[in-house]
C-alpha cells in the first residue's frame, strides 16, 4: 500500500483543483468553506488539511483555531464558580471539525484508503499547526476533535489516545417517515395532544407569513436578520463566536441552491427567521432569530420547527439536523437525542490531567425530560 502525505493550506484560494474530487459531505466542500471564510467570527482562523496518496487528493479536513476570552463566552451573568474560572478561558483552541456545526463533519476520505492512517496524518497536522501558532505568539492551550458518534469515537480513539473523550448535549435529529407525502401525514401520526398543541401553535402565529429570501432580498434586510441572530445569541449562556453581520449575504452568494433562508413577516416586519442547508439527503438547521417580545405570544420558536419539518416533508429529505440547544421542545415536535462524543487535551500536561474536572465546572448539562409525539411510540415518553 502507497503511504499517504498531507499538505497544509490557509485559505481557500490556496487549496488544489480536485478538493471537491470528494463530495460526500457539503461542509467541507469549497463553497461552503468561501462563505465560511468570507464571513469568519473575528476570533477565528480556518487551516485546511489535504490528504494524498501519491498526486491523487484522498481524503480532507478542516481545522479551527480560536482565540477565546472568557467574558465574551458567558454571556448571561455567569455563576461565581465560573467568574473564579473565567481567566483559564482566555485561551487559544485548536479544533479539529467544524465549531458551527453538530455532527460528524470534521473530515472524509476515500473508501480505499485506511481511515487509521488518515487519521494518523491528521494527527501530525494538528501539531504541526499547533507549531504555526507557536510562532505567530498564538500558544494554543487546548486542542479538540469533534463531533462523532459512538462507532467512530472507538476509532478516533485508537489514535488520539493522549486526548480525552467527553460527551455534551446530544444532537436532536428528526427522521422523516416515507410515507408523509404532504405535513397533514405528519400530523396525523402525532397523538392528539401533540396535534392539537401544533395547531394552537399554529393560530398563535397566524398573519405571520413565511417566504424564502433570495440574495437580493437577505441583501435588504440583512440588519433585520442580524439583529434577530443577536436576539438569540445573546439569550445563550454560552457561546464561543459572534457571526459577523455579512453572514448570510456570504451564504446564499456561494451556495445559492443549498441554502435557504425563510423569513416570516408580520404585516411589514421581519420578526423570525431560519435558515437550512441542503447537505445530500440530510438537511442541516442554520442559524435562527426572532424577535423576543413577539416569541412567546407568537410561538415564533416552535413555528419555526415546523417550518423546518415542513420543508423536509415536501422536498423528501430523510432527515433533519437541529443541533444540540433546546433538546425538550425539538423532541416534542418529534426529534430523537443521538449521543455525540468529542476528545480534548491541555498542551500542559499537569493541566491535560485535571481537564475532566475542569470541564465539568464550566459545563453542566442541561436538565430535560424526552418527548414524543407520535403514537406508534412508548408512551412513557408523551408526557
Known sequence: MTHLSYSL????????????????????????????????????????????????LVGKAIVQRVRVQGEEVYRNNPSSMKEELLNL?????????????????????????DELEVLSLLKEALNEIRQISKKEKLPIQLMGIKDFYQDSKIRVEKIFKDYQAFTVQPNMVFEFRKEWKVFDDYLDAMRTKYRTRAKRAFKKSEGIVYRELNLEEILRWNNSIYQLYLNVLNNADFSLYQLPENYFVEMKKQMPNKFKLFGGFKQDSLVSFYSIIENNEQLEAGFLGYDAELQKENQLYLNLLYQMITYGIDFGFDSLDLSRTAMEIKSSVGAEPIETFGLLKHTNPWMNKVLKSIFSKFYQPEEWIQRSPFKDVDRSLSN
Open 9 to 56: 493550506y490557509t485559505s481557500v484560494q490556496e487549496l488544489p483543483q480536485e478538493w471537491d474530487r470528494l463530495r460526500k459531505d457539503e461542509f467541507l466542500n469549497l463553497a461552503y468553506l468561501t462563505a465560511q471564510e468570507n464571513a469568519l467570527p473575528k476570533n477565528m482562523d480556518v487551516f485546511y488539511i489535504a490528504v494524498y496518496q501519491l498526486d491523487k
Open 89 to 113: 478561558l482566555n485561551i487559544n483552541i485548536l479544533c479539529l471539525g467544524n465549531l458551527k456545526l453538530t455532527g460528524e463533519h470534521a473530515y472524509v476520505y476515500d473508501e480505499n484508503v
